[in-house]
T-cell receptor, first 111, second 114 residues
Framework: AQTVTQSQPEMSVQEAETVTLSCTYDTSESDYYLFWYKQPPSRQMILVIRQEAYKQQNATENRFSVNFQKAAKSFSLKISDSQLGDAAMYFCAYIRGNLIFGKGTKLSVKP | DTEVTQTPKHLVMGMTNKKSLKCEQHMGHRAMYWYKQKAKKPPELMFVYSYEKLSINESVPSRFSPECPNSSLLNLHLHALQPEDSALYLC?????????????FGPGTRLTVT
């Protein structure tokens, strides 16, 4: 069975600094997709970034980028120039059939 | 337009009540989902509709009854709920039920069962 592990329940970053959120997953599949979702206190789940497993190039979206290590089954999210609005719960997710979420990392941003 | 709407935003109901949650999307997506989310936990999949047909029921109790009247609408009918059913109920949609298509989530309905 596929599993997704986020080992950092909480993280904190200073405004304008960089933070990396960790995610590892377990699968026997070779073709799949990985996502990072953000859920602010207002609760709407928002897609941050997506990575196709067959692509070696790491996905980037403005200040958000991933470090995808397929052999290590690692999919970390780097947030550069952190902003107060980045404070949220971040969920790593794997999909081949259904979407499987990690337990989440709560990110706080200090002014 | 990548919006999924859900009504109501908040719902308080007694254990003998019957109520419904509504979800709507106008992105032409053909897969729609219901999730249940407890505080500080990830969403848990309840149901999946693909092309207006129920394709997945994650062993959800029969007091939850989903309905997909058309490709844009998804309802969740609630009856005889228990206090432990209190949670945030999220609706999502995706272009297809196949892997690789990201799911777009609605803002959720905060349900309290008294």
């Amino acid at each position: 069975a596929q599993t997704v592990t986020q080992s950092q329940p909480e993280m904190s970053v200073q405004e304008a600094e960089t933070v990396t959120l960790s995610c590892t997953y377990d699968t026997s599949e070779s073709d799949y997709y990985l996502f990072w979702y953000k859920q602010p206190p207002s609760r709407q789940m928002i897609l941050v970034i997506r990575q196709e497993a067959y692509k070696q190039q790491n996905a980037t979206e403005n200040r958000f980028s991933v470090n995808f290590q397929k052999a290590a089954k690692s999919f970390s999210l780097k947030i550069s120039d952190s902003q107060l609005g980045d404070a949220a719960m971040y969920f790593c997710a794997y999909i081949r059939g259904n979407l499987i979420f990690g337990k989440g990392t709560k990110l706080s941003v200090k002014p | 337009d990548t919006e999924v709407t859900q009504t109501p935003k908040h719902l308080v109901m007694g254990m003998t009540n019957k109520k419904s949650l509504k979800c709507e999307q106008h992105m032409g997506h053909r897969a729609m989902y219901w999730y249940k989310q407890k505080a500080k936990k990830p969403p848990e999949l309840m149901f999946v509709y693909s092309y207006e047909k129920l394709s997945i029921n994650e062993s959800v109790p029969s007091r939850f009854s989903p309905e997909c009247p058309n490709s844009s609408l998804l309802n969740l009918h609630l009856h005889a709920l228990q206090p432990e059913d209190s949670a945030l109920y999220l609706c999502a949609s995706s272009q297809s039920g196949l892997a690789g298509f990201e799911q777009y989530f609605g803002p959720g309905t905060r349900l309290t069962v008294t």
